[in-house]
């Protein structure tokens, strides 16, 4: 509750004897609330002293949330929406007014409720008096329509709730509330009238009212809608008895009308504008797809008329032939001739039969044009790519019939024919022949490509002879003979005899690669053996000097296990010459550096000096080249210094 008109009720119902200082109010959102007309407290809480005999012993209290009553119980400490038994039995008493009992009015304004949940809530006193007085000042028009007592007021009894809610509408009826009344406003007109407490309870009321509203609402709204398509209808109607055109303005409309009774019953400007904006829209609109449907039929007519055209037709002669059938199907403003000619300015009035623009212009014989030959174009496109797949399909059995040529010659070729070879068989063969000059593969390619598939075959069946030869212990040597292949391979294999040839000389290429790595591993280990030997020379303890012989050292020499492994008394000699060649070699360079060393006499002459030098760089030059002379890779691998 708050002080504006909006918030002033009066009290709805007073159960209370007229001893009593507590009256009950209603606030604007539908709770009670108690005011003490003695302490000038209020609260929203029941006193006791209204309260019936079945309330003050029940252990259930009633509060209102958002003007929904719920009860508490306050030794279950649980609410609940449900009316308990106690508040029925009390909701369903009729109260039935006497005549001779003392009824207090109070027509003052009620005090506002607080908005805590406390028992006894309490104001200024001053504060309460003012706002009394202003509310008497601000709402005079309440003092005549008194606000009483329940007790005062008659009460109606109906049978069931569908009649009280039915007699509940009627007094709103009656009232004539319209959709846009709130329900304070009603509450202010209704609430002396007997059928208003037809409903019993403050939420059933508000249901009834709001189901009211919203029905009110609708009719209201379906009125309005009613009322708009009437104007619009008489609106459209007036327009069609104006001259109107497609370039006519709403001022030229508003100065022709102004006085008509369909112009006049449209209450404002915008709504007249917007009519009129609707009527043109829609008018014009019509005028243009009856054009654009003009149109569309001359076209087609057009395009039967012409036919087929080439793709390198013209223009000029596509024109002609249509001015010369369609020329009188032009705008009127267009014609060329004198007497059928209309002014450019000339108005086309929707109510007239006469449109200037009613007809063919030149960009329509363009647009047939256009048309006919983008359909040529699609022939013509058509057609050539029909041609192209008939020759793609064409080369496509070229291939496939010399691939068929290559099966027939299959049985003589190996993985190692060559096209020199099988050219001179074919060179005249039609499927040959037909093959040349056409894009893709060539014969040659076709050729190599079953060459290559020949050779996978050829490599899986020599692979399968081998596994099969290895399981069934067949040695494969190099003196192996053709027939012993032929005959194991057709005991324990299903290759074709054509096969055999080439892949018995395959067989023995392979044994003959598989002899010779078996012999290079022996000279390798022979020549590993070697080294090994030489290594052991010059590890001999005491070691060899550069006047050692062969003979003198053979008996240690052969002790060694080195010479053992080899056993080639001939190789192991040649190997202790290389080694002693090499002793004597080291023997002589150190003797020439212990040479160099030592010191000789010089002379102090510079020209002695100089000839000394250039002996020397010839000395040492002379050197060089008897050790590059002397060098031996073979004794120098593996040396270790």
Known sequence: MNGSKEGIQSPLSFHEPSTTAWIEYTSPDGRAYYYNRNTKTTTWEKPDELKTPQERDSVWREYSKDGRPYWYNTVTKKSTWTRPDVFKSQSTTIVQPHANTNISRDTSRPPRATSSRSKSPTRNQQSLRQNESRGSRSRPSESSAALVDDHQLPRREYRTAEEAENAFIDMLKRYKVCGDWSWEKMLRAVVNDPDYRALKTLPERKSAFNRYISTAQETEREQREHEKRKQRQDFFAMMDTLPVSEYTRFRKIKHLAKDHAAFCAVPTEKERVQLFEAYMDEHIKQLNDERRKLRSNFVQEAVEELGVLPVSARWKDVKERLMEKFGDRLMPILRSENDQSVPMDTLYYFNDSTDPELGLSVLDFMDVYDQIIADAEKRDLSQRKHEKDLLFRQQRLNREKFQQLLKEHSDQFTPSSTWSEFYPQIKHDPRYLAMLGQPGS??????????????????????????????????????????????????????????LGYIYQQLI???????????????????????DFKYQLYDLEPPLHSDTQWESEHARISALPEFKDIDDEKACREVFDMVMERVRERAQVKARKRRDSEPRKRSRSPVAAVTIAAEDTADKRTRRQSDASNYSSELEEGEMV
């Open 442 to 499: 060539t014969p040659l390619d076709l050729f190599w490509d079953a060459i290559e598939l020949l050779s996978d075959e050829f490599y899986n069946e020599r692979k399968r002879l081998e596994l099969l030869m290895h399981d069934n212990k067949f040695s494969m040597q190099m003196d192996t003979s053709l027939d012993s292949v032929r005959e194991f391979a057709q005991k324990h294999s299903a290759i074709p005899e054509s096969h």
């Open 509 to 531: 290429i392979k044994a003959k690669r598989r002899k010779e790595e078996e012999e290079e591993r022996r000279l390798r280990h022979r020549r590993r053996l070697l080294d």
